[in-house]
């Protein structure tokens, strides 16, 4: 007989946080490209939603401690435009 089974101790260290929403026919579009933007920066990021489900919205999360930093890449990158979006899609192909 073996003993009682202690659960886990609890770790918020995955709990996420929504950094981005949005809905239309672009929104999974903008959500592949915030994650490959967060990418570039070095923040692991989540696409939740359903493209067969229009009438869900698309989320970008990113864990708790992440999410601030990744706000402020998003920001920097809006305010950079495209042309930086376009250089670190470059950069993040290069091995």
Do not use: C, Y
Request: charged share 20%; glycine share 8%.
């Amino acid at each position: 007989m073996t003993g009682p089974v202690n659960p886990p101790p609890e770790s918020h260290e995955f709990d996420t946080e929504a950094i981005w929403t949005g809905m239309g026919p672009s929104a999974e579009m903008e959500a592949t490209g915030i994650r490959s933007v967060l990418a570039a920066a070095g923040i692991e990021a989540i696409v939740n939603g359903f493209a067969q489900i229009p009438s869900v919205p698309f989320e970008v999360l990113v864990t708790r401690q992440d999410a601030a930093r990744a706000k402020q890449v998003l920001a920097e990158a809006l305010a950079s435009g495209s042309a930086a979006a376009e250089e670190a899609e470059r950069e993040s192909e290069m091995p």
